[in-house]
């Protein structure tokens, strides 16, 4: 029996090794297919001129000579897809956005927290531990009533990050 053990652990961790693999290829083909498909999107006239933008600020800031930013700013307005704009900020990365802090956004999550937990806390309770049917209905009434707008609020004080086209490095 003993020696089962480690040959179930094998096999398993050979399962896991796989699987992750595949997750991982599955993961890169679909960044693949969506780069194509981004290098071949037409460009519109408000992308050429958010090139034209990082290209003068990188200009500005001293990272291309005048000549390099004439040849440049010549191929962003001259470039049909993205794929052509993406080549002409090759090598400039732009710098991000700072992020803003919304102290007053934190302080409302945790004031309105506070406040329905105990609703939350309730409604946790009646679900597990209900006498009958009609304390459990109870209960998953209360936490279909405040766990979604506390997610949604939590959300609204923290965002996640956003992800914007000129921020990755060129």
Known sequence: ??????????????????????????????????????????ASDTDRDLTATVLNEAYAQGRLTPEEHAERTTRAFTARTHGDLDEVLVGLQVPAAPEVDRPARKVLFWMVTVITAPFLLMGLGLLLAGQDMGDRVFGIVFLVLFGPGLFALQRWAWPPRERHRWSRLR
């Not at 096999?11 to 960044?31: I, N, P, Y």
Request: zero cysteines; a positive charge.
């Open 1 to 42: 029996m003993s020696q089962q053990q480690p040959e179930e652990s094998a096999r398993l961790d050979a399962f896991v090794q796989r699987q992750v693999a595949d997750a991982v290829r599955r993961k890169r083909a679909r960044e693949d297919a969506d780069a194509q498909l981004r290098a071949s999107t037409l």
